[in-house]
């Protein structure tokens, strides 16, 4: 059982949004940032969002996070056959002294 | 070009050891935090272990804890994770990951080395 908690799956129609939901506590998110990874299929995660609503260089503004208390966002907009992935939230645990990630949200674009 | 380069994974039996290594390259190694990160088969991701920029610091998840050490060498630009007492388990593939030096999250990750305990 993770510590953060996903949904375990989302889906929508390509143009659509989707979001995908992340809770924890206060020893998490409640008071450290909150990042996201995206896995495509067979390679390693890579960094979507840092700092709950941040964006690399490189990562198209369809892609957006967001955070209220213990809880944090990740929108994707315009939604592509190639954004199917493996998503997961990320942040410090300091109760655990962990780095905790969440279960992990598949997205299918139907 | 930010590079992470994992090796060292393979077949081992249970109990037995493993050292994998995570070659650094385009960057200046000892000015960021490592860690080792794993997913096993069809499973989410799970933290295993982070070192500080200077390796004085280390934390470990409980799953590994007294079992797994984490070490980095700056001369070589090499981070290492001793894995010892493997257990089935521990079967997973091992992503080497930098800590941002700009704040807490993974910016770069190696492609990753699978290690599987089996007899």
């Known amino acids: 059982q993770s510590v953060l908690t996903q949904p375990p799956s989302v889906s929508a129609a390509p143009g659509q949004k989707v979001t995908i939901s992340c809770s924890g506590s206060t020893s998490n998110i409640g008071n450290n940032y909150v990042s996201w990874y995206q896995q495509l299929p067979g390679t390693a995660p890579k960094v979507l969002i840092y700092e709950n609503n941040k964006r690399p260089s490189g990562i198209p503004d369809r892609f957006s996070g967001s955070k209220s208390g213990t809880s944090a966002t990740l929108g994707i907009t315009g939604l592509q056959t190639g954004d199917e992935a493996d998503f997961y939230c990320?942040?410090?645990?300091?109760?655990?002294?962990?780095?905790?990630f969440g279960g992990g949200t598949k997205l299918t674009v139907l | 070009e930010v590079q992470l380069l994992e090796s060292g994974g393979g077949l081992v039996q249970p109990g037995g050891s493993l050292r994998l290594s995570c070659a650094a390259s385009?960057?200046?190694?000892?000015?960021?935090?490592m860690n080792w990160v794993r997913q096993a088969p069809g499973k989410g991701l799970e933290w295993v272990s982070t070192i500080s920029s200077t390796g004085a610091n280390t934390h470990y998840a409980d799953s590994v804890k007294g079992r797994f050490t984490i070490s980095r060498d700056s001369s070589k630009n090499t981070l290492f994770l001793q894995m010892n007492s493997l257990r089935a388990e521990d079967t997973a593939v091992y992503y080497c990951?930098?800590?941002?030096?700009?704040?807490?999250?993974?910016?770069?990750w190696g492609q990753g080395t699978l290690v599987t305990v089996s007899s």
């Open positions: 385009g960057f200046t190694f000892s000015t960021n935090a």
């Open positions: 990320g942040t410090w645990d300091k109760s655990l002294g962990a780095w905790v």
């Open positions: 990951t930098r800590m941002s030096s700009a704040g807490w999250f993974l910016d770069y």
